[in-house]
Nanobody, 114 residues
């Protein structure tokens, strides 16, 4: 399984960024796809996740600002990040979760300046 992330970068506070991730390889069709992030000096944390049935879950800190979506036919997941805050600065990781097994994409550094 491979996960290829794209998008992100730098933005001003109040701005927007979009992350996308494509999964390839062989894996069970019933799964979760999502995004985690790790800020400097902090542990990796869940940002948002979406199941193959379309149910979503968000970290409290991003509710109302971030939106996750997926395309099951293409095995892709996207994260639209609006109203960005400097506290959103982190390395963002795409994840594919099958049962208790995690597959990770490469991290992308997203920086939000005030």
């Amino acid at each position: 399984v491979q996960l290829q992330a794209s998008g992100g970068g730098s933005a001003q506070a109040g701005g927007s960024l979009r992350l996308s991730c494509a999964a390839s390889g062989r894996f069970f069709s019933i799964n979760h796809m999502g995004w985690y992030r790790q800020a400097p000096g902090k542990e990796r944390e869940l940002v948002a996740v979406v199941t193959s049935a379309g149910s979503t879950n968000y970290a409290e800190s991003v509710k109302g600002r971030f939106s996750i979506s997926r395309d099951n036919a293409k095995n892709t997941v996207s994260l639209q990040m609006n109203s960005l805050e400097p506290e959103d600065t982190a390395v963002y990781y795409c994840a594919l979760i099958v049962g208790s097994q995690f597959f990770w994409g490469q991290g992308t550094l997203d920086t939000v300046s005030s």
